[in-house]
């Protein structure tokens, strides 16, 4: 945040028009100073703004480069059109993110069917090692991954993949999925958390925090944890946007609102790092008259820029990650951040209540983080979730033959299903085998809406409501 518009802004103020006032209290007391620019004057206008770990003095560029989604080369000849990594894209979009004052890189294991890492690796050693900072995961989801030796076999893969010798953010990767048994079994009966925290006095790690989804009370026991001084999070990721903030029970009531999640870590000076900022897309692209609310009050800015805008503000926010597949994603990206323009309180307000608004539509929130796929039966279901929701943003979901809309909804809706995911591939073929149902960070009943979208494609094939 600028330094200026930061002054006055009374920290107390700040916390309360984000409606967690009873908190500055015991945040002040704590000492933290988490989120200010450092430097007076350093920061010119449209330069990258930059916020302080106190844990490490890195200054970390407010946006951060997610590589969950890097750029692929398209091939025909696959079922899925994946022909891998595009690794002259990545070369380019690092050397932009780079040369415009991005300097955290986000990625696991686990992304792009375990090829991220070995991409970023290319592309980030190409250029002087202190002049970004490397974040990824341990990712031991699996149970074969939980014994001791597979788990450390793999945080010595990641250093070997990225080509570096320490990595500057390493997480406990998406503690909650499965509750206190899974995170037991992936981090304490295994000795891995020690091992970790080892590897950080070592200086193989430099930071040391956890990203959360799922079962809250793993959230509030690793925090228990240095509250009695067992360990010390130096930062932690959690999901941040101007729907979660007070509504994640209502697109999920196994989600914790961001209020709370953003209150714990800010009480005790934890830096935070904030994924899914557009809820998986939503938020970049919402249906008509909400951007048109949005147009109306900042004529030159995006949809998307609003919802990055929210996210970036709080006190305490150490970086914002987005998958920033495309050029124009990263630019626009880096423009909202250079420097960021805060949400006011009355645009905080606003924001609040086009959420509801956005609830109504009944969209499936899936994020695309692909954590349910390959499907066993070829199942392409992040498509097909995009494909209803952009249907739904557009208007093009009737279920009325009665409005004079149904028959051109009706012919996009199945023209562009068929065009955006192959019949052998579509929703029908779903057998409810519930492989998918664990491991997806949001708890979607895949299965149950799966059959939803097949139901209705046959309706809307017979020209039934």
């Not at 945040?1 to 107390?12: Q, V, W």
């Not at 039966?377 to 033959?401: E, M, Q, W």
């Amino acid at each position: 945040m600028d330094e200026k518009k930061y002054e006055g802004n009374s920290r107390r103020r700040f916390l309360r028009h984000l409606g967690i006032g009873a908190i500055a209290g015991a945040f002040v007391s704590c000492g933290g100073k988490i989120g200010q620019d450092q430097t007076a004057g350093e920061k010119k206008s449209g330069e990258m703004t930059k916020r302080l770990n106190p844990n490490s003095g890195d200054r970390v560029s407010l946006i951060g480069y997610g590589c969950m989604r890097l750029p692929l080369i398209d091939d025909p000849s696959k079922p899925d059109r994946d022909g891998g990594i595009d690794q002259e894209k990545v070369n380019g979009h690092v050397d932009y993110a780079l040369a415009h004052g991005v300097n955290y890189f986000d990625t696991s294991p686990a992304y792009c069917k375990g090829r991220s890492e070995h991409a970023m690796g290319i592309a980030l050693s190409r250029h002087p090692r202190d002049s970004y900072y490397i974040a990824t995961k341990l990712s031991n989801f699996d149970p074969s991954t939980w014994p001791r030796e597979k788990s450390i076999a793999m945080f010595e893969t990641s250093l070997k993949e990225l080509q570096t010798d320490y990595v500057d953010y390493l997480l406990l990767h998406a503690i909650g999925m499965g509750g206190m048994d899974s995170y037991r079994g992936r981090y304490v009966d295994n000795g891995m958390l020690d091992y970790l925290k080892e590897q950080k006095a070592a200086g193989r790690i430099r930071n040391l925090g956890f990203s959360y989804h799922g079962d809250v009370a793993v959230f509030n026991h690793l925090l228990e944890m240095m509250d009695r001084g067992e360990v010390h999070w130096d930062f932690a990721q959690i999901q941040l946007n101007y729907i979660d903030w007070h509504n994640a029970k209502k697109v999920n009531p196994r989600n914790t609102d961001a209020e709370y999640l953003y209150g714990e870590l800010h009480r005790r000076g934890i830096p935070a790092v904030i994924m899914e900022p557009l809820l998986g897309g939503r938020l970049a692209s919402a249906t008509a008259p909400v951007a048109a609310k949005m147009k109306q009050r900042r004529p030159d800015d995006s949809v998307a820029s609003w919802a990055f805008r929210y996210a970036g503000t709080p006190e305490g926010i150490l970086t914002v990650l987005s998958g920033m597949t495309y050029l124009d994603h990263l630019k626009e990206n880096v423009a909202t951040y250079s420097p960021l323009d805060p949400v006011t309180d009355e645009e905080k307000d606003f924001l609040e209540i086009l959420a509801l608004e956005i609830l109504a539509n009944n969209e499936i929130p899936c994020t695309d983080c692909r954590y349910c796929m390959p499907c066993p039966y070829g199942i392409n279901i992040p498509a097909i979730f995009a494909h209803y929701n952009k249907c739904l943003k557009d208007d093009n979901v009737s279920r009325d033959t009665r409005d004079p809309h149904y028959n051109s909804a009706r012919r996009a809706f199945l023209v562009g299903y068929d065009r955006t995911v192959p019949k052998l591939r579509q929703a029908d073929r779903c057998i409810a085998c519930g492989e998918c149902v664990h491991s997806c960070p949001q708890s979607i009943a895949i299965p149950a809406r799966l059959k939803d979208i097949s139901d209705y494609v046959n309706r809307l094939k017979a020209g039934k409501a």
